[in-house]
């Protein structure tokens, strides 16, 4: 059974094979339109989402499979009902379930508890499925990932670890620019050591906008304060207020750089208008390839 939880669990050819469904999906999206008739997906959310549900829902309906959607109040995982029954009951009635938590640990326990294929449609540690498709963006605008330097800024959340793994394991030049004290998860920083000398991958942490901003061909940012740590806010709009992409930092950039957000963005704060909208973003391109990356995501965790 085949379960889609972390980039980590993925060799550099295996996430080449995905981000090369990603792209054939897009190119031909009627040749994968019965790909999973007569399967049945259920998306457990604890969060909010806009497009991750939407992705995953329309993606499954567009592969020729049901869909069903299951709210918060409905389910409450792990309080109204244990994680594993909830992941024993599922796995009677569906066959594959994306999982949208705040623990990551839940993920977890549902995974080792479920007969179906799981899901990580985003954790308090690792947003895999928006990697995915920001790999796939940055090579269809950019070319082989391996040749690209890319410069994120601001906080070291869910998102920045699982560009970390991607990063590590495809190889290429990514700079990680973050305040003290925010950096990626040490869990992650453990692990991509190994898969850096593999690849070659050359991955730096710094504290200067402007270091991570220079010659780069992607700026990628997200915002300051990630879902669940909301009482977080104030203390963060303080120490982020230097890390934001802006007309002055743009221009440290390569003249084509390409500008990236995962979404929602907080204009004015990590991303000021004239960047979000302006020539140089790709924000909204990235935000369409989440559909496909999604449906390569599905389809993959039902291949034999």
Not at 28 to 35: D, L, R
Not at 41 to 59: A, D, M
Not at 116 to 144: M, R, Y
Request: include cysteine.
């Amino acid at each position: 059974m085949k379960n889609f939880i972390t980039l980590d669990d993925f060799s550099q050819s295996d996430l080449i094979k995905l981000i090369g469904l990603s792209a054939k999906i897009k190119k031909s999206p009627g040749a994968f339109k019965s790909v999973l008739e007569g399967k049945h997906i259920g998306l457990l959310f604890e969060k909010p989402s806009l497009r991750t549900k939407t992705v995953f829902y329309i993606g499954a309906l567009q592969l020729g499979a049901g869909a069903i959607y299951y709210t918060p109040a409905e389910v409450k995982l792990g309080e109204r009902e244990k994680v594993c029954d909830v992941a024993k009951t599922l796995s009677l009635y569906l066959d594959a379930v994306v999982l949208r938590t705040f623990s990551h640990n839940d993920i977890l326990e549902f995974t080792k508890f479920s007969s179906i294929p799981v899901v990580n449609g985003l954790s308090d540690l690792l947003h895999p499925s928006q990697a995915l498709a920001d790999v796939f963006t940055i090579q269809e605008l950019k070319g082989q990932i391996d040749k690209v330097r890319v410069g994120y800024i601001g906080d070291g959340n869910n998102v920045c670890n699982s560009l970390l793994y991607a990063f590590s394991i495809l190889g290429g030049k990514l700079t990680v620019a973050t305040p003290s004290g925010y950096l990626p998860a040490k869990s992650v920083l453990g692990k991509i050591k190994s898969y850096c000398r593999k690849s070659g991958a050359d991955i730096k942490f710094v504290s200067s906008v402007r270091e991570a901003a220079n010659s780069a061909d992607i700026l990628y940012t997200d915002a300051w304060t990630s879902m669940g740590r909301e009482k977080e806010a104030g203390k963060r709009k303080k120490v982020f207020k230097n890390f934001q992409i802006n007309d002055k930092i743009l221009k440290q950039a390569k003249k084509d750089c390409k500008v990236m957000h995962c979404l929602p963005a907080h204009r004015g704060q990590e991303i000021t208008d004239s960047v979000i909208d302006g020539k140089n973003s790709a924000v909204f391109l990235q935000a369409a390839n989440r559909l496909h990356a999604a449906k390569a995501i599905l389809t993959y965790i039902f291949q034999r």
